[in-house]
């Protein structure tokens, strides 16, 4: 099954207390990224990722680290997590390039990994 | 900075009945529209889109507009069913890139059976 996977699901950590949230997909896509979602202010852009060894920030990237060593695989690195870094996070993958009939554009979401920082 | 506003936070319609959210841009460069539906614990998935050089899309009950000078467009949702009810963000494209998004604050959809 065509999937994106986040883990954990659920994290309740302590500030300072570095933590990773792993993201998979097995679509083969190109381009993969991270949001994170707060109430009254949509998807927010932490970091994305155009292909293998590239990466970039988004919006929000401050207190986040990234890396892009595989193809399939984004992890997001929290070195030293705040309480203003608990919310939902999301990772989401699109294809990125041209592919015939298929809408390229898609982003294909994660289930989400809710982080409490306490 | 760019931004997408996107209105009303929370609506509320009889079942059966028809849903309108309404979303605004700023960047006069954005290109592509998606529209994504987030059910309760799930990730969103889009539903529908549109690029600025079309000015409707229809998908079964659901349908896109797009008013580029006005820099508005709509997701209309007719006959509504009791799973329609999700939360709804709308996003528009940062200049000619169709993979970064700005995204409205999302519109909470209820459906009273």
């Known amino acids: 099954e065509a999937q994106v996977t986040q883990n954990p699901r659920y994290l309740i950590t302590v500030t300072g207390k570095k933590l990773t949230v792993t993201c998979s997909q097995n679509?083969?896509?190109?381009?993969m990224s991270w949001y994170r979602q707060d109430p009254g202010l949509g998807l927010r852009q932490i970091y994305y990722s155009m292909n293998v060894e590239v990466t970039d920030k988004g919006d929000v990237p401050e207190g986040y680290k990234v890396s892009r060593k595989e193809k399939r695989n984004f992890p997001l690195i929290l070195e030293s997590p705040s309480p203003n870094q608990t919310s939902l996070y999301f990772c989401a993958s699109s294809l990125s390039r041209v592919a015939g009939w298929e809408n390229t554009d898609t982003q294909y979401f994660g289930p989400g990994t809710r982080l409490t920082v306490l | 900075g760019e931004n997408v506003e996107q209105h009303p936070s929370t609506l509320s319609v009889q079942e059966g009945d028809s849903a309108v959210i309404k979303c605004t841009y700023s960047d006069s460069a954005s290109n592509y529209f998606p529209w994504y539906k987030q059910e309760l614990g799930k990730g969103p998935q889009l539903i529908i889109d549109?690029?600025?050089n079309v000015g409707e899309k229809k998908d079964q009950r659901i349908a896109v507009t797009l008013n580029k000078t006005a820099k508005h467009f709509s997701l209309h949702i007719t006959e509504t069913q009791p799973e329609d009810s999700a939360v709804y963000f709308c996003a528009a494209s940062i200049g000619g890139s169709n993979y970064q998004l700005i995204w409205g604050a999302g519109t909470k959809l209820i459906i009273k059976p």
């Open positions: 679509m083969n896509h190109e381009y």
């Open positions: 549109i690029r600025s």
